[in-house]
């Protein structure tokens, strides 16, 4: 398991690489809320999302342990793509991403933007299977999307950044639930820095692997993808590495698909930023934990990033849910 | 005419009160379109949109010059209301913000929640009737949108600050025109800061009354409010002392719908940010007059804001801009 020393280096490794992101607040919100709520946008991080931590840093981490890498490889048709891709970039080392055909044709193009190769494979089994075979050659490395000790110590850079940022006491931090190697980075950054805040995890109850894993302390896994607007936490079941973390969170919240839409509205509109569903769907298990507080509370959320794509905001916006102005009651 | 010294002025005035809106870039876009943009967020502004500046400064100045303020009042269907609504609060002075019942249900909140008072009336007449009447009275003072020096001063620093952020030479800096008074102030700053950079402004081709304006050298007014996405250029026509500097500016493009909605989703994708329709049409403009430039330029676009309802942002996305990615070309 990683130790807070991880990721202060990981931050070192990549600080040079990657956006400085803000942490933004709503005075609006805080005024409805009753509640302090940061954000920490990393919806304006390179590649649009926070994973391009953890790959700048696995890539890095690999060069440090290997001499002759000639490619990385990596399985994924999401932000991980991007982030790998990028990353490579970044140290003049060739890429290749398998991503299924079905993919965003904006995801596949914008992998291809960064430099590297992207072969379209039709089933995921045969992307899986394509990466597997690829990984066996010499000087080729695989770079996993959340479970390794180098990707959850550079997730892990977001939360340390935005706890120096905000310079004062947190009663909790909470951030999506994927594969979990941001919540398992968030809570070692934050039981360093702030070991009594409490550190919270939110995902999809569409796709509620995790927080069955949480709670029945045994990983539980998925048959199929969920259909949840949360596309950055459809992960069929988190890994070894991150549950050894997610074990020790203090609580854990799943989120209907109804909020989701809701807050996605609500934090675009008073934020003015372009807040994937994902890092939305959080501010409704903030709410979930602000109704048992007595006092006033100062909440630190993680938002994840900001890629989405055409058809998801034609359904994110569907329905207009800025007529009813957000309390914690809400959803209640 | 307002001149620098007015704006440097304004500058002093607001600055602690408004937010430091940042400049930002896209690598990607600036690859795609082989020229450098630079956008000034000013949907990152209180209360997301330029037009803070001009309302904070002009109840400054109506501070600086009278004595016995009992109140100001604005008559606004959008981003004017919620600016003069905010500016006041700052000073606390009671303000009367006259709106449109048709107005949205949104923007009407977001006046009150600045602590306004929001008077609905049915009608646009009615509406510009009962501020003309409250102004009568001894001690309230009506703060117009765009039609007023203080106004034009303090629109005008936006363009000032992003220039001292930017730092180096500009070829030419994009803002969008409804009544004028942003455009006004840009051109103002610029031509004191970078004599040699060229200042052009871009309007909704259905609502093109300041273009024939600039073209014909008289203003030209339209006969009902035009048909757009560009909300925050409906304007009917331009005022005298905006005319003033308008008539001096180096171009002046209109751009199309179809336009507005592709780069209001390539905008709110690349830039990660909640751009309004008015702010993403300008790229238009943009690339019309790049279309004939021979060597790579540097274009400086004042983003003006990120205020869309829920049924705006529905049409925006109704149909999928992110399939063919931006070229200097594209509705060439």
Known sequence: MINFNDIQTAQQRINAH????????????????????????????????????????????????????????????????????????????????????????????????????????????QVDAAVATAAQEDGVFWIPPFNDDAVIAGQGTAALEALQQVNQDIDAVFAPCGGGGLISGSLVATRALQPKAQVIAVEPAAGDDAYRSFHSGEIQRLADAPNTFADGAMTLSVGEKTFAHIKQLDDFFVVDEAPMAYWTQWLQHLLKMHVEPTSAMTMDGVCQWLRGQMQPKKVLVILSGGNIDAQMMQRLWAEDQLTEVPNVQRFS
């Open 18 to 125: 990657i956006n400085d992101t803000p942490v933004i607040q709503s005075a609006q919100l805080n005024h409805w809320l009753g509640h302090q709520i940061f954000f920490k946008a990393e919806c304006l991080q390179k590649i649009g999302a926070f994973k391009a931590r953890g790959g700048c840093n696995a890539v890095q981490v690999l060069c440090e342990k290997h001499a002759g890498i000639n490619r990385v490889v990596a399985n994924s048709s999401g932000n991980h793509a991007q982030a790998v891709a990028w990353s490579a970039a970044q140290f003049n080392i060739p890429a290749t991403i398998y991503m299924p055909s079905f993919a965003s044709k904006v995801k596949a193009q914008a992998t291809r933007s960064y430099g590297a190769e992207v072969v379209l494979l039709d089933k995921r089994q």
